[in-house]
Protein backbone atom coordinates (compact mmCIF):
# COMPACT_ATOMS: atom_id res chain seq x y z
CA UNK A 1 0.00 0.00 0.00
CA UNK A 2 1.07 3.53 -0.92
CA UNK A 3 2.13 5.66 2.15
CA UNK A 4 4.01 9.42 2.27
CA UNK A 5 5.62 10.95 5.53
CA UNK A 6 6.43 13.92 6.24
CA UNK A 7 7.97 14.03 9.61
CA UNK A 8 8.27 17.13 9.81
CA UNK A 9 5.24 18.71 11.68
CA UNK A 10 6.14 22.19 12.18
CA UNK A 11 9.29 24.44 10.79
CA UNK A 12 9.77 27.66 11.87
CA UNK A 13 12.79 30.35 10.17
CA UNK A 14 13.63 33.73 9.96
CA UNK A 15 12.97 35.68 6.55
CA UNK A 16 15.72 35.55 3.92
CA UNK A 17 16.69 31.60 5.41
CA UNK A 18 16.62 28.94 3.32
CA UNK A 19 14.66 25.57 4.00
CA UNK A 20 13.98 22.17 2.69
CA UNK A 21 11.18 20.26 3.39
CA UNK A 22 11.13 16.31 3.82
CA UNK A 23 9.09 13.95 2.10
CA UNK A 24 9.67 9.81 2.02
CA UNK A 25 7.20 8.16 0.24
CA UNK A 26 6.10 3.78 0.04
CA UNK A 27 4.78 2.18 -3.51
CA UNK A 28 5.43 -1.07 -4.66
CA UNK A 29 4.80 0.20 -8.43
CA UNK A 30 7.50 1.16 -10.50
CA UNK A 31 5.39 3.88 -12.24
CA UNK A 32 3.79 6.79 -9.91
CA UNK A 33 3.84 10.53 -9.96
CA UNK A 34 4.82 12.89 -6.91
CA UNK A 35 3.45 16.06 -5.94
CA UNK A 36 4.39 19.00 -3.86
CA UNK A 37 1.01 21.30 -2.55
CA UNK A 38 1.22 24.49 -0.60
CA UNK A 39 -2.04 25.32 1.67
CA UNK A 40 -2.12 28.87 2.99
CA UNK A 41 -4.46 29.88 5.27
CA UNK A 42 -7.39 30.26 2.85
CA UNK A 43 -8.06 26.21 2.58
CA UNK A 44 -7.04 25.89 -0.93
CA UNK A 45 -4.05 23.58 -1.85
CA UNK A 46 -1.88 25.78 -4.93
CA UNK A 47 -0.36 23.25 -6.81
CA UNK A 48 3.73 23.47 -7.04
CA UNK A 49 5.42 20.41 -8.73
CA UNK A 50 4.67 17.30 -10.23
CA UNK A 51 7.54 14.37 -10.99
CA UNK A 52 6.96 10.72 -12.78
CA UNK A 53 9.30 7.79 -11.38
CA UNK A 54 11.28 7.83 -14.87
CA UNK A 55 12.58 11.60 -14.15
CA UNK A 56 14.54 11.50 -11.46
CA UNK A 57 16.15 14.94 -13.36
CA UNK A 58 15.94 18.13 -9.92
CA UNK A 59 14.73 21.03 -10.95
CA UNK A 60 14.69 24.70 -9.72
CA UNK A 61 12.12 27.13 -10.38
CA UNK A 62 12.54 30.66 -8.79
CA UNK A 63 13.81 30.51 -5.17
CA UNK A 64 12.04 26.37 -5.33
CA UNK A 65 14.09 23.41 -5.96
CA UNK A 66 13.47 19.91 -5.42
CA UNK A 67 15.06 17.19 -4.73
CA UNK A 68 13.83 13.56 -6.00
CA UNK A 69 16.03 9.80 -5.38
CA UNK A 70 14.83 6.80 -6.37
CA UNK A 71 17.20 5.22 -4.16
CA UNK A 72 16.06 6.53 -0.65
CA UNK A 73 12.11 7.03 -1.82
CA UNK A 74 12.78 10.87 -0.98
CA UNK A 75 11.41 13.74 -2.91
CA UNK A 76 12.23 16.97 -0.98
CA UNK A 77 11.49 20.28 -1.18
CA UNK A 78 13.99 23.70 -1.03
CA UNK A 79 12.92 27.03 -0.67
CA UNK A 80 15.96 29.62 -0.92
CA UNK A 81 15.85 32.89 0.81
CA UNK A 82 12.22 32.09 2.35
CA UNK A 83 9.87 35.35 2.80
CA UNK A 84 6.90 35.47 5.16
CA UNK A 85 4.53 35.04 2.15
CA UNK A 86 5.78 31.19 2.08
CA UNK A 87 3.92 30.59 5.33
CA UNK A 88 1.76 27.37 4.48
CA UNK A 89 1.47 24.49 5.32
CA UNK A 90 3.33 22.15 2.46
CA UNK A 91 2.32 18.54 1.34
CA UNK A 92 3.83 15.79 -0.01
CA UNK A 93 1.51 13.27 -2.11
CA UNK A 94 1.82 10.60 -4.26
CA UNK A 95 0.02 9.07 -7.21
CA UNK A 96 0.16 5.06 -8.30
CA UNK A 97 -1.59 2.38 -9.54
CA UNK A 98 -1.07 3.29 -13.12
CA UNK A 99 -0.12 -0.43 -14.41
CA UNK A 100 -4.03 -1.45 -12.54
CA UNK A 101 -5.32 1.16 -14.40
CA UNK A 102 -6.46 2.63 -11.02
CA UNK A 103 -4.37 5.69 -10.73
CA UNK A 104 -7.38 8.07 -9.82
CA UNK A 105 -6.15 9.19 -6.20
CA UNK A 106 -3.69 11.15 -4.27
CA UNK A 107 -2.43 9.87 -0.88
CA UNK A 108 -1.00 12.59 1.16
CA UNK A 109 0.93 13.36 3.84
CA UNK A 110 -0.21 14.90 7.02
CA UNK A 111 1.60 17.91 6.08
CA UNK A 112 4.17 20.68 7.38
CA UNK A 113 3.55 23.75 8.69
CA UNK A 114 6.13 26.16 7.53
CA UNK A 115 6.30 29.40 9.31
CA UNK A 116 8.54 32.38 8.02
CA UNK A 117 9.46 34.84 10.45
CA UNK A 118 10.25 38.68 9.41
CA UNK B 1 -10.75 31.94 -16.33
CA UNK B 2 -12.52 30.54 -13.61
CA UNK B 3 -11.15 28.27 -10.98
CA UNK B 4 -12.68 25.56 -8.82
CA UNK B 5 -15.35 26.77 -6.91
CA UNK B 6 -16.93 25.35 -4.07
CA UNK B 7 -20.36 25.99 -2.13
CA UNK B 8 -20.99 26.56 0.68
CA UNK B 9 -17.85 28.16 2.03
CA UNK B 10 -18.48 27.33 5.88
CA UNK B 11 -21.97 24.64 7.25
CA UNK B 12 -22.85 23.94 10.59
CA UNK B 13 -25.30 20.71 10.96
CA UNK B 14 -26.23 18.76 13.49
CA UNK B 15 -25.40 15.18 14.46
CA UNK B 16 -27.62 12.81 12.39
CA UNK B 17 -28.73 15.46 9.66
CA UNK B 18 -27.45 15.20 6.23
CA UNK B 19 -25.48 17.67 4.34
CA UNK B 20 -24.66 18.25 0.46
CA UNK B 21 -21.75 20.16 -0.71
CA UNK B 22 -21.46 21.17 -4.51
CA UNK B 23 -18.38 21.84 -6.48
CA UNK B 24 -18.25 23.25 -9.61
CA UNK B 25 -14.88 22.06 -11.96
CA UNK B 26 -12.43 24.43 -13.65
CA UNK B 27 -13.37 25.59 -16.92
CA UNK B 28 -12.23 22.49 -19.34
CA UNK B 29 -12.02 19.93 -16.66
CA UNK B 30 -14.51 16.64 -16.98
CA UNK B 31 -13.38 15.19 -13.86
CA UNK B 32 -14.55 15.96 -10.10
CA UNK B 33 -12.14 14.47 -7.05
CA UNK B 34 -13.55 14.97 -3.57
CA UNK B 35 -11.30 14.69 -0.23
CA UNK B 36 -11.71 14.81 3.23
CA UNK B 37 -9.55 17.02 5.56
CA UNK B 38 -9.64 16.65 9.34
CA UNK B 39 -7.64 19.32 10.89
CA UNK B 40 -4.08 19.08 11.17
CA UNK B 41 -4.01 15.76 8.66
CA UNK B 42 -3.69 15.49 5.08
CA UNK B 43 -6.42 15.31 2.54
CA UNK B 44 -7.58 11.63 2.24
CA UNK B 45 -9.53 10.71 -1.08
CA UNK B 46 -13.53 10.31 -0.91
CA UNK B 47 -14.00 9.41 -4.51
CA UNK B 48 -13.54 10.60 -8.14
CA UNK B 49 -16.41 10.95 -10.61
CA UNK B 50 -16.13 11.26 -14.72
CA UNK B 51 -18.50 11.07 -16.89
CA UNK B 52 -21.41 11.15 -14.47
CA UNK B 53 -20.11 7.96 -12.94
CA UNK B 54 -18.41 6.97 -9.79
CA UNK B 55 -14.84 5.99 -11.16
CA UNK B 56 -13.07 5.27 -8.08
CA UNK B 57 -13.64 5.30 -4.68
CA UNK B 58 -11.80 5.86 -1.20
CA UNK B 59 -12.04 4.20 2.09
CA UNK B 60 -15.42 5.66 3.16
CA UNK B 61 -18.79 4.12 4.19
CA UNK B 62 -22.14 4.23 2.07
CA UNK B 63 -23.38 7.29 3.97
CA UNK B 64 -20.70 9.42 1.56
CA UNK B 65 -22.51 9.84 -1.86
CA UNK B 66 -22.21 11.66 -4.48
CA UNK B 67 -23.35 12.85 -7.88
CA UNK B 68 -21.48 14.63 -11.24
CA UNK B 69 -24.13 16.46 -13.67
CA UNK B 70 -23.82 16.73 -17.42
CA UNK B 71 -21.96 20.16 -16.86
CA UNK B 72 -18.97 18.67 -14.95
CA UNK B 73 -20.42 19.41 -11.74
CA UNK B 74 -20.74 17.74 -8.75
CA UNK B 75 -22.28 17.60 -5.21
CA UNK B 76 -21.47 15.44 -2.11
CA UNK B 77 -24.02 14.48 -0.05
CA UNK B 78 -23.38 12.81 3.88
CA UNK B 79 -26.28 11.04 5.19
CA UNK B 80 -26.43 10.49 9.19
CA UNK B 81 -23.87 13.19 10.11
CA UNK B 82 -21.41 11.92 13.01
CA UNK B 83 -19.14 14.57 14.91
CA UNK B 84 -15.89 13.21 13.07
CA UNK B 85 -17.21 14.22 9.72
CA UNK B 86 -16.56 17.52 10.62
CA UNK B 87 -13.38 18.50 8.55
CA UNK B 88 -12.79 20.77 5.16
CA UNK B 89 -14.28 18.76 2.33
CA UNK B 90 -11.90 19.79 -0.48
CA UNK B 91 -13.22 19.22 -4.59
CA UNK B 92 -10.41 18.82 -6.96
CA UNK B 93 -10.91 18.71 -10.79
CA UNK B 94 -8.57 17.81 -13.32
CA UNK B 95 -9.27 16.90 -17.44
CA UNK B 96 -9.91 13.08 -17.92
CA UNK B 97 -6.51 10.66 -16.88
CA UNK B 98 -4.62 13.55 -15.89
CA UNK B 99 -2.99 13.44 -12.13
CA UNK B 100 -2.71 17.23 -12.43
CA UNK B 101 -5.72 18.48 -9.47
CA UNK B 102 -6.97 21.91 -9.19
CA UNK B 103 -8.49 22.13 -5.90
CA UNK B 104 -10.80 24.54 -4.72
CA UNK B 105 -11.07 26.68 -1.59
CA UNK B 106 -13.23 23.96 0.45
CA UNK B 107 -16.04 24.13 2.23
CA UNK B 108 -15.65 23.47 5.90
CA UNK B 109 -18.35 21.29 8.05
CA UNK B 110 -18.52 21.40 11.17
CA UNK B 111 -20.92 18.94 12.75
CA UNK B 112 -22.52 19.86 16.53
Known amino acids: AQKVTQAQTEISVVEKEDVTLDCVYE???????LFWYKQPPSGELVFLIRRNSFDEQNEISGRYSWNFQKSTSSFNFTITASQVVDSAVYFC???????????????FGSGTQLTVLP | DAGVTQSPTHLIKTRGQQVTLRCSPK?????VSWYQQALGQGPQFIFQ???????QRGNFPDRFSGHQFPNYSSELNVNALLLGDSALYLC???????????FGSGTQLSVL
Open chain 1, 93 to 107: ALSEGFSSGSARQLT
Open chain 2, 27 to 31: SGHDT
Open chain 1, 27 to 33: TRDTTYY
Open chain 2, 92 to 102: ASSLGWSEKLF
Open chain 2, 49 to 55: YYEEEER
